[in-house]
């Protein structure tokens, strides 16, 4: 069975029956990560978000962040480059 991320809807692995190919839920490694972190916010009253858009909106947050680091590094190995020549 193919294993598909109930917030965020990406494919995340197998489980056994292998030869069934129907999708079955549960959450990614992220995902569940940002759930316990949403479930200590939301039992605590430090949150009124739903759980999946609460997750949705990190995993936007991180997405984001990671292409903008991304670019950084970039940028410095060029300028690495260009001073080294």
């Given at each position: 069975m193919i294993r598909v991320c109930?917030?965020?809807?990406?494919?995340?692995?197998?489980?056994e029956p292998?030869?069934?190919k129907e999708e079955t839920s549960g959450s990614?490694?992220?995902?569940?990560w940002l759930w316990t972190i949403w479930y200590?916010?939301?039992r605590e009253?430090?949150?009124?978000?739903s759980a999946s858009q609460f997750i949705l909106n990190c995993r936007?947050?991180?997405?984001?962040?990671?292409?903008?680091m991304a670019g950084l590094g970039a940028a410095w190995l060029r300028q690495a480059r260009q001073g080294a020549a």
């Open positions: 109930q917030f965020c809807h990406e494919v995340y692995g197998e489980k292998f030869e069934d990614c490694e992220l995902c569940h200590t916010l939301w009253g430090m949150t009124q978000e936007e947050l991180f997405i984001t962040t990671k292409h903008a």
